[in-house]
Nanobody, 122 residues
Framework: QVQLVESGGGLVQAGGSLRLSCAAS????????MGWFRQAPGKEREFVAA????????HYADSVKGRFTISRDNAKNTVALQMNSLKPGDTAVYYC???????????????WGQGTQVTVSS
């Protein structure tokens, strides 16, 4: 069992930066792949980024590639999403997730946080 708690969301102007963090409980955190997803009002949840259990492999949605960076610290049971050059289209609730595969599909993940709101103003 893994419990996930996101933090770091907020309101930022276009072009600004935010760093989201996800704290995980459980001694097996280091064995899980971690992902970030987001859901905007009226839209389906979409993949943002993922990182393998070792941190050696990362994947990004085309819409955030070059602007967002995912990282993890297995010693601290945390995963982060550094978001730069934010756009109004990045406005959404952001969720972190843990699962057995470094996938782009929400079905690849078994555990989810409650989400944190990111709002980017123009």
């Amino acid at each position: 069992q893994v419990q996930l708690v996101e933090s770091g969301g907020g309101l930022v102007q276009a072009g600004g930066s935010l760093r989201l963090s996800c704290a995980a409980s459980g001694r097996t955190f280091g064995s899980y792949a971690m992902g970030w997803f987001r859901q905007a009002p009226g839209k389906e949840r979409e993949f943002v980024a993922a990182i393998s259990w070792s941190g050696g492999n990362t994947h990004y949605a085309d819409s955030v590639k070059g602007r967002f960076t995912i990282s993890r610290d297995n010693a601290k049971n945390t995963v982060a999403l550094q978001m730069n050059s934010l756009k109004p289209g990045d406005t959404a609730v952001y969720y972190c997730a843990a699962g057995p595969r470094t996938g782009r599909n929400s079905r690849d993940y078994d555990y989810w946080g409650q989400g944190t709101q990111v709002t980017v103003s123009s």
